[in-house]
């Protein structure tokens, strides 16, 4: 079947830099991505989603770029800080009436004060 | 508003005995996701409850395990017979089924531990 992954596992940076953690998919039907962020020992929570009729989207202090040319998927969060400390997964569906996400792997990002 | 609530919150359990958790979704969301998450892993989608619908059951791993949605609201998960390899955070989302969204709302997930 087809799936989410990520290309890098783990990430360390510094406060202040900014981050951009990767997403690649594989189903070419993917119509809706979602990242969520996950703290240690709490559920994932939602962070941004994206259309596949969009390239960019912004949030505060994160922009999720999306390329499907090449079916991959980029978080990138400004002055990063401790608190963003989390493990961040991309999920995807192809949209319509399928409600099911597909998760990827996950990437956990260490920000260094 | 209250979110999606699980319990208990952790599980210690014999190997071989049966452990049931539940899940509170939010109020009003038609559509309840179970997933499994071992330690430093990502999320693997067990079982969904999409309003009337029959569930897709097809991330159960064996038939030990199991789920039912009462009313359409309240969720269980039973596992029977657990096993060592049954450990891991046991989490539940639900979601509306908005045309705009697709967002999953997780609980806190259940801490399940089998000795």
């Known amino acids: 079947g087809e799936s989410v992954g990520l290309h890098l596992p783990t990430l360390s940076v510094q406060e202040g830099d900014n981050s951009i953690i990767n997403c690649a998919y594989s189903?070419?039907?993917?119509?809706?991505f979602i990242w969520y962020k996950q703290e240690s020992g709490k559920g994932p929570q939602f962070i941004i989603d994206?259309?596949?009729?969009?390239d960019k989207r912004q949030g505060q202090r994160v922009t999720v770029l999306l390329n499907k040319t090449v079916k991959h998927l980029s978080l990138q969060i400004a002055a990063t800080q401790p608190g963003d400390s989390a493990v961040y997964f991309c999920?995807?569906?192809?949209?319509?009436?399928?409600?099911?996400?597909?998760f990827g792997k996950g990437t956990l990002l260490t920000v260094n004060p | 508003g209250a979110g999606v609530s699980q319990s208990p919150s952790n599980k210690v359990t014999e190997k071989g005995k049966d452990v049931e958790l539940r899940c509170d979704p939010i109020?009003?969301?038609?559509?309840l996701y179970w997933y499994r998450q071992s330690l430093g892993q990502g999320l693997e989608f067990l079982i969904y409850?999409?309003?009337?619908?029959?569930?897709?059951k097809s991330g159960l791993p064996s038939d030990r395990f199991s789920a039912e949605r009462t009313g359409g609201s309240v969720s269980t998960l039973t596992i029977q017979r657990t096993q060592q390899e049954d450990s891991a955070v046991y989490l539940c989302?639900?979601?509306?089924?908005?045309?705009?969204?697709?967002?999953?709302?997780f609980g806190p997930g259940t801490r399940l531990t089998v000795t």
């Open positions: 989302a639900s979601s509306p089924q908005l045309i705009s969204s697709y967002e999953q709302y």
């Open positions: 189903n070419s039907a993917s119509d809706y």
């Open positions: 994206i259309r596949s009729n969009m």
């Open positions: 999920a995807e569906t192809s949209g319509g009436s399928n409600y099911k996400l597909t």
């Open positions: 109020s009003g969301h038609t559509a």
């Open positions: 409850f999409q309003g009337n619908s029959a569930p897709d």
